[in-house]
C-alpha cells in the first residue's frame, strides 16, 4: 500500500476527519471599501443575507452593510480563524472584541456557549480588499464540553515559520500553527481546554508551500493511530512519493510514513493531524454536542441565557476605520499590535 490512503474533492466545504468538524477556505477578491466599511459596488443581484454564490470573485455571505457573519451563537466545539489575507473584526457576548488579520489566528474555544460575529470590514477606500482565510471547526472533548468559553490570540509575529531549502535551491516554507516541528520554535500554546493543548492527541495544523519544482520530505507523527490529511489548495503539480496527486484535492496520507512531497508548479498546502477522539457527535448547526438530548438542551439552554446576551449596539459591529490590529479580553486584558 501506498502513502495516498484517500483522495477528497475540495469544494466550498472540506471534508475531514475526527476529532476536525469543518473545514473552509475563504478567497474573497473585495473591491475598494465605503465610508461604512462595505463594498464600493453595486450589490443588485445578491440575496443579502446569505450570498454564496461568489458574483465578481466575492460574497457577502451573511452580512448586509458589511462582508461577514454578523451574532451567531456556538457551543461545545472549536474554532480555529488563520487569517493570510484581510482584517477580520471580531464580537462576542463575553465583551471581548478583536481586529486580526494578515496572518494571525484567532482560537475560540466556545465551551458551555458564546455568541459572537466575525466581519470583514473593507478599509481600503482606493484599491481592492483582498481577504483570505482558513476556519477550522475542532470538536472538544465529552469531558470539556462546557467549559468556560476563552478566546487566545496567536498574533502573526508569534507563529513559527520554517524555511527548508532543497538540493536544488528551491524553497519550502512550513507555517506551525499547532504541533510540534522538528528543529523549530514551538507555536503560541492553544487554549487550556483544548484538544490541541493535549501531547496525547498529537494535534497539527501547519500550511505548507513548495516553491515550483521544490521537493520536501514531510516528517511522520509521532503516533501510530494519529489521521493525517493533506489539503491541495493552490497548484496543481503535487506529487507524493511520486504518485500524482494533482491539485484543488484532498489526500488522506498515512501519518506513520515519511512522504516525499514534490510540486511541479507552486503548490500550497494545509494540513490537519490529529489523533482522533472516538465519540459520538451529535451536531445541530452551530452546537456541536455527543447525544440528541444535549442538542435538545443547548436549544432550550439558548433560548433561555442566549449565552450571555448580546452587549453591541448592533449585530454585525465594526471597529472603526484605523487598521490596527488589537484584541480586548473579557476580562479586560487589551493586546495591541503597533
Same mark, same amino acid.
Given at each position: ?28 477578491? &473585495?473591491?475598494?471599501? =465605503? ?21 465578481? !470573485?466575492?460574497?457577502? &455571505? ?38 486580526? !488579520?494578515?496572518?494571525?489566528? +484567532?482560537?475560540?474555544? /466556545? ?18 480588499? =483582498?481577504?483570505?482565510?482558513? +476556519? ?28 527548508? =531549502? ?5 524553497? %519550502? ?10 528543529? @523549530? ?8 481546554? #483544548? ?5 496525547? /492527541? ?6 505548507? %508551500?513548495?516553491?515550483?519544482?521544490? /521537493? ?5 507523527? @509521532?503516533?501510530?493511530?494519529? =489521521? ?25 496520507? $498515512?501519518?506513520?510514513?515519511?512522504? #516525499?512531497?514534490? @510540486? ?8 490537519? +493531524? ?7 457527535? /451529535? ?29 453591541? $449596539? ?25
Amino acid at each position: 500500500m501506498g502513502v495516498v490512503l484517500r483522495r477528497i474533492p475540495l469544494g466550498f466545504q472540506w471534508e475531514t476527519a475526527d476529532p476536525f468538524l469543518f473545514c473552509v477556505h475563504h478567497l474573497d477578491r &473585495y473591491p475598494a471599501g =465605503t465610508a461604512e466599511h462595505g463594498p464600493a459596488a453595486s450589490l443588485d443581484g445578491r440575496v443579502l443575507g446569505q450570498d454564496f454564490e461568489a458574483i465578481d !470573485g466575492w460574497r457577502m &455571505y451573511h452580512g448586509e452593510v458589511v462582508p461577514g457573519f454578523p451574532a451567531h451563537p456556538h457551543r461545545g466545539f472549536e474554532t480555529v480563524t488563520y487569517v493570510r489575507q484581510g482584517l477580520i473584526d471580531h464580537s462576542d457576548s463575553l465583551g471581548a472584541a478583536a481586529r486580526f !488579520g494578515r496572518g494571525d489566528v +484567532q482560537w475560540l474555544t /466556545a465551551g458551555a456557549g458564546v455568541t459572537h460575529s466575525e466581519m470583514f470590514p473593507l478599509l481600503d477606500r482606493d484599491h481592492p480588499n =483582498t481577504l483570505e482565510l482558513f +476556519q477550522i471547526w475542532l470538536n472538544l472533548p465529552a469531558s470539556h464540553k462546557l467549559v468556560e468559553p476563552h478566546f487566545s490570540m496567536l498574533w502573526d509575529k508569534d507563529i513559527p515559520r520554517h524555511l527548508v =531549502t532543497d538540493d536544488q535551491g528551491r524553497c %519550502v516554507e512550513v507555517t506551525v500553527i499547532a504541533g510540534r516541528f522538528p528543529g @523549530a520554535a514551538a507555536p503560541p500554546p492553544p487554549p487550556p481546554d #483544548s484538544w490541541a493543548s493535549r501531547p496525547e /492527541a498529537d494535534l497539527a495544523i501547519w500550511h505548507i %508551500v513548495l516553491e515550483a519544482g521544490a /521537493a520536501w520530505e514531510l516528517p511522520p507523527a @509521532a503516533s501510530d493511530d494519529a =489521521t493525517r490529511t493533506l489539503y491541495a489548495l493552490q497548484g496543481d503539480g503535487l506529487a507524493l512519493d511520486g504518485e500524482q496527486v494533482g491539485g484543488s484535492v484532498g489526500v488522506v496520507v $498515512d501519518a506513520t510514513a515519511r512522504v #516525499s512531497l514534490s @510540486a511541479a508548479d507552486r503548490v500550497e498546502i494545509l494540513m490537519l +493531524q490529529a489523533r482522533p477522539l472516538r465519540e459520538p457527535v /451529535a451536531q445541530y448547526g452551530p452546537f456541536v454536542m455527543n447525544t440528541r438530548a444535549e442538542i435538545e438542551q443547548t436549544l432550550a439552554d439558548y433560548q433561555r441565557t442566549r449565552f450571555g446576551g448580546w452587549p453591541w $449596539d448592533r449585530h454585525d459591529p465594526v471597529h472603526g476605520s484605523d487598521p490596527t490590529r488589537f484584541a480586548r479580553h473579557a476580562d479586560g486584558r487589551v493586546e495591541r499590535l503597533v
